[in-house]
T-cell receptor
C-alpha cells in the first residue's frame, strides 16, 4: 500500500536555527497538508497546499513557516527561526481529492533546545 | 464551543466488551467525517469514513446524525489491540479538504 514518508524521524535543533522537514506524499495525490501535535495535545492544522500554492493556513502558520514543493515528489515545511514552543511532532498528509481521507506520514519529532 | 468535541476518557473496558464513543461538531457546513486511530507517539491512521446512512466494518460501526451534529463509533468484542486513542475528524471541502481533529478519546482494553 502506498504511503506518505517523512524524514528525518527526529530532529534536534537549537533555538533560532532553521529546520526543514521533508515529506514525500503518495504519488498520485494532489492535496498536501502539514499538521502538528504537541505532546499530550490534539492534532492541529498548519497548512494545506494544492496546485502549487497554499490553500489555507492556520494562525499557527506565521511568517516563520513556509512550505514548498520543489519538485514533483517532495513537500517541505521550513521553520526559519525555531522557538522552544515549536517542539512537537509534525505530520505531513496527502489526499487524492478534495473530499477523500487524509493519509498521514509517520511524523518528524522536532525538539528545540 | 469547540469545533470538534470528544470525551477524552480514558475508557477502561474488559476484553470482549462493547464500547461507544461520541463526538460533536459545531460547523453545520461540515461534509466529511472520519474516525482515526492513533497509537502512542504514532501518526493518525484512518479507521473508517462515516456516512450518513451509517457504516460498518467488522467489529466497528460508525453513525452520523447531521441534525444533532454528532458522530459515534461503536466497537464490539473489544480486543487488547484496540487500545489506542480514537480521533474524531470533521472536514469540509472548499476545493480542498480542511479537516479538524477532536482531542481524541483514549481506550484501554484490559485483559
Amino acid at each position: 500500500e502506498p504511503e506518505v514518508t517523512q524524514t528525518p524521524s527526529h530532529q534536534v535543533t537549537q533555538m533560532g536555527q532553521e529546520v526543514i522537514l521533508r515529506c514525500v506524499p503518495i504519488s498520485n495525490h494532489l492535496y498536501f497538508y502539514w499538521y502538528r501535535q504537541i505532546l499530550g495535545q490534539k492534532v492541529e492544522f498548519l497548512v494545506s497546499f494544492y496546485n502549487n500554492e497554499i490553500s489555507e493556513k492556520s494562525e499557527i502558520f506565521d511568517d516563520q513557516f513556509s512550505v514548498e514543493r520543489p519538485d514533483g515528489s517532495n513537500f517541505t515545511l521550513k521553520i526559519r527561526s525555531t522557538k522552544l514552543e515549536d517542539s512537537a511532532m509534525y505530520f505531513c498528509a496527502s489526499s487524492d481529492t478534495g473530499n477523500s481521507p487524509l493519509h498521514f506520514g509517520n511524523g518528524t519529532r522536532l525538539t528545540v533546545t | 464551543r469547540k469545533e470538534v468535541e470528544q470525551d477524552p476518557g480514558p475508557f477502561n473496558v474488559p476484553e470482549g466488551a462493547t464500547v461507544a464513543f461520541n463526538c460533536t461538531y459545531s460547523n453545520s457546513a461540515s461534509q466529511s467525517f472520519f474516525w482515526y486511530r492513533q497509537d502512542c507517539r504514532k501518526e493518525p491512521k484512518l479507521l473508517m469514513s462515516v456516512y450518513s446512512s451509517g457504516n460498518e466494518d467488522g467489529r466497528f460501526t460508525a453513525q452520523l446524525n447531521r441534525a444533532s451534529q454528532y458522530i459515534s463509533l461503536l466497537i464490539r468484542d473489544s480486543k487488547l489491540s484496540d487500545s489506542a486513542t480514537y480521533l474524531c475528524v470533521v472536514g469540509y471541502s472548499g476545493g480542498y479538504q480542511k479537516v479538524t481533529f477532536g482531542t481524541g478519546t483514549k481506550l484501554q482494553v484490559i485483559p
